[in-house]
């Protein structure tokens, strides 16, 4: 399992913006870089779903209801993913978690609240 630890969520206005980290303090530096990362999002009564992924090459995509409005990105060095999310709708309102994809680990999660 691989440590992940997120970081930046809290309570936003329509229309705001936010941006999550995740990182993994544990793992070095040359492993880090081959992950494929995700983030994922949970709404109370809801089931967990992938909001955005960037893999190991930079490949990326993105649920449908968020492109154009959220972009993922990594930094190698820092051996950090971040999620910033722009024109936040109260519907992306959840608990955002990152996600490991080879070692299926998952972070601890980090809420979002998107309202007036």
């Known amino acids: 399992q691989v440590l992940l630890v997120e970081s930046g969520g809290g309570l936003v206005q329509p229309g705001g913006s936010l941006r999550i980290s995740c990182k993994a303090p544990?793992?070095?530096?040359?492993?880090?870089?081959?992950?494929?990362m995700a983030w994922y999002r949970q709404a109370p009564g809801k089931q967990r779903e992938l909001v955005a992924a960037i893999s190991s090459a930079r490949s990326i995509n993105y649920a449908d209801s968020v492109k154009g409005r959220f972009t993922i990105s990594r930094d190698n060095g820092k051996k950090a993913v971040y999620l910033q999310m722009n024109s936040l709708r109260p519907e992306d309102t959840g608990v955002y978690y990152c996600h490991e994809e080879r070692s299926a680990s998952w972070g601890q999660g980090t809420q979002v609240t998107v309202s007036s």
């Open positions: 544990r793992t070095i530096l040359s492993t880090f870089g081959a992950f494929d």
